[in-house]
């Protein structure tokens, strides 16, 4: 999550700060289910422990703003739900009349093809929250939201910084670039193409457990030979694949993302994914 009052991404970023009421519930991981179940089997029931759990041990929904939720969650693992989890939680968010809010900072920005990752569910958000990607290198946040909730008399919402005039022609000109180049067809294109790349390496290296993902927003699982999280080895290949000059970063407990520019072309691919494999093959040997 982007606000520090809900992440749980790490408890550092929570100190010193007040924060409001906020309870945390599960993941659709169905790789390491923390429920001990098995997809499609389980009924999906991480998304309904959110009514099971939360609405009745700790928070009233008459209580509660909003459910937030990543379409794929990002500083967690890069962890791709099944298709029926987004679904249920809209469905409980509607029968409990309480807002979902979709948090699209990582995902946003055709960053898995369509504009909003919500969209590869077939769900919509009464808020979605965008920022990073859509300010073109440059500070930017945007809310989306109905026009219902956003009626507000002038005035309630103001901040000094808000509105910058260089972030803003930034913002306009990324959307206007990305909606002209045929964006979504080709980052589902070159997204299917790294993760079958990715998976031939699988075969190859024992330590890659999982690989997932949506367009290009790719995460590999790095484990042990009991399949258990391999924190250790995932940072050495990360230093590895540092010395090849490639910039990979670590989320989850064992995690390498993938998330390269929106605009990279295949042959820039084939060049990162060689180097990946030799650093690979270095920090396994």
Not at 40 to 53: M, V
Not at 224 to 251: A, G, M, Q, V, Y
Not at 260 to 276: A, C, R
């Amino acid at each position: 999550m982007g606000s520090l009052s809900l992440t749980c991404s790490k408890v550092k970023q929570k100190e010193h700060f007040p924060v409001i009421h906020t309870a945390h519930s599960h993941y659709a991981y169905c790789y390491r289910c923390s429920l001990n179940l098995e997809y499609p089997s389980c009924g999906i029931e991480c998304a309904k422990e959110l009514e099971n759990l939360i609405f009745k041990k700790e928070l009233s929904p008459e209580d509660t703003a909003a459910v937030f939720v990543e379409p794929v969650q990002g500083e967690g693992g890069y962890i791709v739900p099944p298709p029926e989890f987004h679904k249920e939680v809209r469905k409980i968010c509607t029968d409990n009349n309480v807002l979902l809010v979709a948090d699209e900072v990582q995902t946003g920005c055709f960053r898995t093809g369509p504009f909003l990752a919500m969209e590869n569910f077939g769900i919509r958000a009464e808020i979605s929250c965008l920022a990073k990607a859509i300010g073109g290198g440059l500070p930017m946040g945007a809310m989306l939201a109905d026009r219902e909730l956003m009626d507000w008399p002038p005035g309630v919402h103001s901040n000094t910084f808000g509105g910058n005039f260089l972030a803003s022609a930034a913002s306009l000109a990324t959307l206007q670039f990305l909606g002209k180049e045929n964006t979504k067809a080709r980052v589902k294109e070159l997204g299917s193409y790294i993760i079958q790349r990715l998976g031939e390496l699988q075969e190859n290296f024992p330590c890659i457990g999982d690989v997932r993902g949506l367009g290009l927003m790719i995460g590999v699982e790095i484990v042990k030979p009991d399949k258990s999280i391999d924190p250790i080895l995932r940072d050495k290949i990360l230093r590895e694949t540092f010395k090849e000059r490639i910039l990979l970063l670590p989320c989850g407990d064992s995690v390498i993302r993938f998330s390269p520019p929106l605009v990279i072309t295949t042959e820039e691919v084939d060049l990162g994914l060689e180097k990946f494999e030799n650093a690979l093959r270095r920090a396994t040997r």
